[in-house]
């Protein structure tokens, strides 16, 4: 998991709640993403960072926010309108994915499950 | 679009033998291929990786292969053991975001 933190491990949710995940890395990287993980599937890509102060939407952004008010933090709000919010969610940093050449490899966190009762 | 499709989806081997995953992508542009291994409950993490310019890479008893033209690269272990058993995902670098196969699970059989 190297130097990336997620909080909590597990996240219970009742419906038409918003919850925060945090993730927090010390690996001084540019860049951070957030991920979705439903069982048997891959890895969604829901919104990524490529800077402070600047992030865009991925593949499946709806229902979802973020904000990088600082390096190391990337927190993902799930808001009450993600009508199936139930999922493991992986955050990842990695290194700068604007320098070309770099291979930019991508760290995960442990991961947070995310259960809506 | 982009897009990464990886087979199997699952895999069965006994211990001992090899085993090899394979990974598509659609982007020519793609210069960087990752490859990760998830236990339950856990985040991925990287157990090799290969650049474009290069076409094959060991380390162990773990190799990748890259073939740009035909846009496939390719996981092999060989003398499987069962700490191997675990899902296995492949990525391709697109500009400023990756794609990830939807992963294949492995499992050796003592």
């Known amino acids: 998991d190297g130097g990336i933190t997620q909080s909590p491990k597990y996240l219970f949710r009742k419906e038409g709640q918003n919850v925060t995940l945090s993730c927090e890395q010390n690996?001084?990287?540019?860049?951070m993403y957030w991920y979705r993980q439903d069982p048997g599937q891959g890895l969604r890509l829901i919104y990524y960072?490529?800077?402070?102060?600047?992030?865009q939407k991925g593949d499946i952004a709806e229902g979802y926010s973020v904000s990088r008010e600082k390096k190391e933090s990337f927190p993902l709000t799930v808001t009450s309108a993600q009508k199936n919010p139930t999922a493991f969610y992986l955050c990842?940093?990695?290194?700068?994915?604007?320098?070309?050449?770099?291979?930019?490899?991508?760290?995960f966190g442990p991961g947070t499950r995310l259960t809506v009762l | 679009g982009e897009n990464v499709e990886q087979h199997p989806s699952t895999l069965s081997v006994q211990e001992g033998d090899s085993a090899v995953i394979k990974c598509t992508y659609s982007d020519s542009a793609s210069n960087y291929f990752p490859w990760y291994k998830q236990e339950l409950g856990k985040g991925p993490q990287l157990i090799i990786d290969?650049?474009?310019?290069?076409g094959e890479k060991k380390d162990q008893r773990i190799a990748v292969t890259l073939n740009k033209t035909a846009k496939h690269f390719s996981l092999h272990i060989t003398e499987t053991q069962p700490e191997d058993s675990a899902v296995y995902f492949c990525a391709a670098r697109f500009p400023y975001k990756y794609i990830f196969g939807t992963g294949t699970r492995l499992k050796v059989l003592a």
């Open positions: 290969i650049r474009s310019n290069v």
């Open positions: 690996l001084n990287h540019d860049a």
């Open positions: 990842a940093s990695s290194i700068s994915p604007s320098l070309a050449g770099v291979a930019d490899t991508q760290y």
């Open positions: 960072s490529q800077i402070v102060n600047d992030f």
